[in-house]
């Protein structure tokens, strides 16, 4: 059963506009969410996280928000460089042992 | 700091046979989690492993097996190598809520 999920699998944007990468869960009682940058043949590398309790992290051009109420986060990523094109995974935990991770979502920014 | 490190990165090997797949855990990180990652799919947790013991495990069989030394390394064993078991295996070490991944090992089953 997939509890993180990321249903685009693909997104395309122009260099300098915003990026919004979308994930939705099921289990109400993950209390941790990341995300992470992953390119061909290297693993995955932590780009930002948020916990339970806040609803919005910022982070350069990176922002998360987390709706609770709707089982759903976001990544924005404003601006787009071409340097961001990557598969970017949505995790979630509950105190840190098992991370649960969407199937991807693969990033492409024409420049 | 080195961060997580894994070898060997690529590996092949044939139906049946056993692999061990090693990693080095991010400088006062405890606890080591391995993950496999088939193409197109997200990374699947396969176990935990914390004071040298496995925490917790994914829904993989039993031909997977771990271990963790004192000094919080660690190992993934497969055995009875199956053609589905080719994969990027990762290894991610954590402390408290953000894990840190290594590079994977690429292991190809033939």
């Known amino acids: 059963d997939q509890q993180v999920k990321q249903n685009s699998p693909s997104l395309s944007v122009q260099e300098g506009r915003i990026s919004i990468l979308n994930c939705d869960y099921t289990n109400s009682m993950f209390d941790y969410f990341l995300w992470y940058k992953k390119y061909p043949a290297e693993g995955p590398t932590f780009l930002i996280s948020?916990?339970?309790?806040?609803d919005k992290n910022e982070d350069g051009r990176f922002t998360v928000f987390l709706n609770k109420s709707a089982k759903h986060l976001s990544l924005h990523i404003v601006p787009s460089q071409p340097g961001d094109s990557a598969v970017y995974f949505c995790a979630a935990t509950i105190t840190g042992n098992q991370f649960y991770f969407g199937t991807g979502t693969s990033l492409t920014v024409i420049p | 700091d080195a961060g997580v490190t894994q070898s060997p990165t690529h590996l092949i090997k044939t139906r049946g046979q056993q692999v061990t797949l090693r990693c080095s855990p991010k400088s006062g990180h405890d606890t080591v989690s391995w993950y496999q990652q088939a193409l197109g799919q997200g990374p699947q947790f396969i176990f935990q492993y914390y004071e040298e013991e496995e925490r917790q495990r994914g829904n993989f069989p039993d031909r997977f097996s771990g271990h963790q030394f004192p000094n919080y390394s660690s190992e993934l064993n497969v055995n009875a190598l199956l053609l589905g078991d080719s994969a990027l295996y990762l290894c991610?070490?954590?402390?408290?809520?953000?894990?840190?991944f290594g590079q994977g090992t690429r292991l190809t089953v033939v």
């Open positions: 991610a070490s954590s402390r408290r809520w953000e894990a840190f």
């Open positions: 948020i916990s339970s309790i806040k």
